[in-house]
């Protein structure tokens, strides 16, 4: 994977438009630096980025009341009984 990816290929990594990257590197959310006419981003701060969004959504969706954790056979403990 390349170290720097230009606005659209850090779009194509985050799944969004253009237009919202260039809205988060307005807003000062995404680092960037201006090389002629085009924005030029770190690779590892566009994946950062996408990291702090899935942990901070998946605990949000954690914390609502009465929601249910889905177990699947690789999480049950198991509850063999010996003897």
């Not at 680092?31 to 949000?60: C, F, N, S, W």
């Not at 009465?66 to 063999?80: A, F, L, M």
């Amino acid at each position: 994977m390349s170290a720097t990816v230009d606005v659209i290929g850090a779009a194509d990594l985050m799944k969004v438009h253009t237009k919202t990257v260039l809205d988060l590197i307005n807003n000062g959310v995404l680092p960037a630096a201006r090389v002629g006419r085009a924005y030029v981003l770190m690779t590892k701060d566009v994946l950062a980025h996408i990291e702090q969004q899935i942990i901070a959504q998946t605990a949000e969706r954690m914390r609502v009341p009465g929601r249910r954790i889905r177990v699947t056979k690789e999480r049950q403990p198991n509850r063999s009984r010996a003897g």
